[in-house]
């Protein structure tokens, strides 16, 4: 079992920043890989960015490329997101999530553990 809690949410202005982080616990962190997703009001979750086990290799999806960055500390059990020039289209729930795969996963069925989640809202 892996236990994800996602925290670094809030409000922020169009063209702001957040660092999302999620600290993972149970079983060796380093043997996930990991991913973040988000799920606007009344829409399906969608991928944003995965990295695999060691770090060294990441995905975006085409609207955060640039954007976005996904890194993470196998040492102190966390991933972040880093979110620069954020718009009001990012707002929503952003949920982290732990695959047993290798390489980078980037679909939610191939995730066995999931965060609750934290709320982004962004306002223009």
């Known amino acids: 079992q892996v236990q994800l809690v996602e925290s670094g949410g809030g409000l922020v202005q169009a063209g702001g920043s957040l660092r999302l982080s999620c600290a993972a616990s149970g079983r060796a962190f380093s043997n996930y890989a990991m991913g973040w997703f988000r799920q606007a009001q009344g829409k399906e979750r969608e991928f944003v960015a995965a990295i695999n086990r060691s770090g060294g290799i990441t995905y975006y999806a085409d609207s955060v490329k640039g954007r976005f960055t996904i890194s993470r500390d196998n040492a102190k059990n966390t991933m972040y997101l880093q979110m620069n020039s954020l718009k009001p289209e990012d707002t929503a729930g952003y949920y982290c999530?732990?695959?047993?795969?290798?390489?980078?996963?980037?679909?939610?069925?191939?995730?066995?553990?999931w965060g609750q989640g934290t709320q982004v809202t962004v306002s223009s």
């Open positions: 999530a732990a695959s047993s795969d290798y390489g980078v996963p980037l679909i939610s069925g191939r995730y066995d553990y």
